[in-house]
């Protein structure tokens, strides 16, 4: 039975049929494809996001988004039904569901607890993303476009691998050594000179907050950060001194456009998630709106291009944020829109922006500072709190409700004056998420679909035909296979980044960890694909055909 069992896990997989459904009608392939994901945005974000814009008149009636909603999304991880957004995002780009802290590399088993077949013998194998595989078969310009630091969880998922998230250095210079041609949002303080190096001797301008720059760069290739980690919330946002997220996907698309190839591009509206761990309902709602123009952005391009694809989902839930809490359940039929959002409008920062002003700020100040940004008229008791957690921070921002600390505390009086919305949690939600698309022939993926589905139907419509594994072992094969038979070792005086090397009569192969380019006997050379080092079992995946150097 058990072996049954396993062999319709096999099929399932691989027939991208995970708990969900295969496609049953051609999906044609287009020329561009560009992927949007709102991190952490469950569904309510979008409805309140709706009647927020309805209340203040921003616009038209209905969301960007709207016309293109064709599905839901189930997303989930390896082991679990609530995913991190580190193996959510890495199932789209790879088709394996993973576990928490993953970054598109095969998980582990989890005995009793796995949701999918999982092969132990692939544990730590990385695996070829979306990305890889465009660039590599179909010599696609790629980009990618957020508002967190670029080592960040979905941005790494697309273009680079480890088993943990936090892995900043070594995912950061797989980043960039994958030499995409256009990458925005976060992270200066992230960037070494070795990566600055690389991207110079690549042809690739690096922005490093500079607005002017930003907007008068008219090459084709860019790297533009604006914040030492993560960008500023777009309600907090200096618009003299950061680009929008409308405006990065403008500059993206404007340069990616120019390949004769095509190009696959990630937009994420990366904070909307940073706001819903906060439970801050302000900063939800304002990022979603920021990434609503974004895809605004997008829709336009495809349409006027006719040959693109934009496929919107988020990668998970969070929060539970609802139109409706405990506290309005009586006469909650009666609830006038005045009513929701009158008080709501008047809040001009989010709990982030409120924060960074008291802090700079004396006790005293605290009154006139929350009502000239809030609205909000602070009794004694809440200015006594604000007192007492002046200077406290969480430890990060996923942490926000578990400590006694400034942004929890504004948040908490912010809530307050707002208590017709509920919150679930400060964490993860495992509901389905919502599905939008647009395609120039309208081969859209419908119905519920699953992480997998989703990974299937970008495979197809980017026109990829070598199959996802075969590329994984192209570029990810195990150094003991590649130079078996040969005498290598691996040198780890640098114990972050160890040094493959390889010798065969008179020739040395150096072949550095998380990098794109190899040594033979110290000249110089691109090897095409980043290679990978896995402390855990002790082995370098690295591209299959590199032995050849040595004959």
């Given at each position: 039975m058990k072996k049954l069992t396993l062999l319709l896990s096999l099929v399932l997989v691989f027939s991208g049929t995970v708990f969900g459904q295969a496609y049953k009608k051609e999906v044609r392939p287009t020329k561009n494809v560009i992927l949007m994901i709102p991190d952490g945005c469950s569904i309510g974000v979008v409805s309140n996001s709706r009647w927020y814009q309805i209340y203040n008149k921003l616009g038209n009636e209905t969301l960007a988004l709207d016309p293109y909603i064709c599905g839901s999304v189930k997303t989930f991880s390896s082991n679990a039904p609530i995913g991190d957004s580190a193996p959510t995002t890495s199932a789209y780009m790879t088709g394996m569901p993973q576990q928490t802290g993953n970054v598109s590399i095969y998980p582990p088993v989890d005995q009793g607890n796995d949701l999918v077949y999982v092969d132990p013998a692939k544990a730590y194998q990385?695996?070829?993303?979306?990305?890889?595989?465009?660039?590599?078969?179909?010599?696609?310009?790629?980009?990618?476009?957020?508002?967190?630091?670029?080592?960040?969880?979905?941005?790494?998922?697309?273009?680079?691998?480890?088993?943990?998230?936090?892995?900043?250095?070594?995912i950061g210079s797989q980043m960039v050594y994958q030499n995409m041609d256009v990458v925005m949002g976060g992270g200066n303080s992230i960037m070494s000179e070795d990566m600055k190096n690389h991207l110079n001797s690549k042809g690739v301008t690096l922005i490093q907050d500079d607005y002017r720059a930003f907007k008068a760069?008219?090459?084709?290739?860019?790297?533009?950060?604006?914040?030492?980690?993560?960008?500023?919330?777009?309600?907090?946002?200096?618009?003299?001194?950061?680009?929008?997220?409308?405006?990065?996907?403008?500059?993206?698309?404007?340069?990616?456009?120019?390949?004769?190839?095509g190009f696959f591009?990630?937009?994420?509206?990366?904070?909307?998630?940073?706001?819903?761990?906060?439970?801050?309902?302000?900063?939800?709602?304002?990022?979603?709106?920021?990434?609503?123009?974004?895809?605004?952005?997008?829709?336009?391009?495809?349409k006027k291009d006719g040959n693109t694809t934009v496929i919107i989902l988020p990668d998970h839930g969070n929060s539970g944020f609802s139109m409706g809490s405990e506290l309005s359940t009586k006469g909650y039929d009666k609830r006038t829109i005045d009513e929701f959002f009158a008080d709501f409008s008047k809040f001009r920062k989010t709990s982030e922006g409120l924060e960074f002003i008291l802090e700079k700020a004396e006790p005293s100040q605290f009154s006139s500072l929350f009502k000239q940004h809030l609205g909000i008229t602070l009794k004694s008791d809440e200015v006594e709190l604000l007192t007492k957690a002046h200077h406290q921070k969480a430890a990060n921002y996923m942490e926000v409700g578990a400590s006694v600390n400034m942004k929890s505390t504004i948040v908490d009086i912010m809530k307050s004056r707002t208590p017709l919305w509920g919150f679930t949690t400060g964490g993860h939600t495992g509901e389905d998420v919502f599905l939008a698309c647009f395609h120039p022939k309208g081969d859209v993926p419908m119905g519920m679909n699953t992480n997998n589905d989703i990974w299937r139907y970008l495979y197809t419509v980017t026109g990829l035909q070598t199959p996802m594994e075969e590329v994984t072992q192209n570029i990810f094969s195990k150094h003991t296979d590649v130079?078996?038979?040969?005498?290598?070792?691996?040198?780890?005086?640098?114990?972050?980044?160890?040094?493959?090397?390889?010798?065969?009569?008179?020739?040395?192969?150096?072949?550095?960890?998380?990098?794109?380019?190899?040594?033979?006997?110290?000249?110089?050379?691109?090897?095409g694909s980043v290679t990978v080092y896995i402390d855990k079992n002790d082995t370098f995946y690295l591209p299959k055909n590199l032995a050849e150097q040595l004959n």
């Open positions: 990385p695996l070829a993303t979306i990305l890889e595989a465009v660039k590599i078969e179909k010599k696609k310009a790629t980009g990618l476009v957020f508002t967190v630091e670029f080592p960040h969880a979905t941005p790494a998922d697309c273009s680079a691998h480890h088993y943990n998230r936090n892995a900043y250095s070594q760069h008219t090459g084709d290739r860019l790297w533009a950060l604006f914040g030492e980690k993560a960008q500023v919330y777009d309600l907090d946002r200096d618009p003299n001194a950061v680009p929008s997220l409308k405006e990065m996907t403008e500059k993206a698309l404007d340069k990616l456009s120019r390949s004769e190839k591009l990630m937009v994420e509206g990366s904070k909307i998630d940073w706001a819903a761990h906060a439970n801050d309902a302000i900063g939800m709602v304002s990022e979603y709106l920021a990434f609503d123009k974004a895809v605004q952005v997008a829709i336009d391009f495809a130079f078996s038979g040969m005498a290598y070792s691996i040198d780890k005086s640098d114990k972050d980044f160890p040094v493959l090397v390889v010798k065969k009569g008179k020739n040395t192969l150096e072949i550095p960890a998380f990098k794109s380019i190899g040594y033979l006997n110290k000249k110089q050379f691109d090897l």
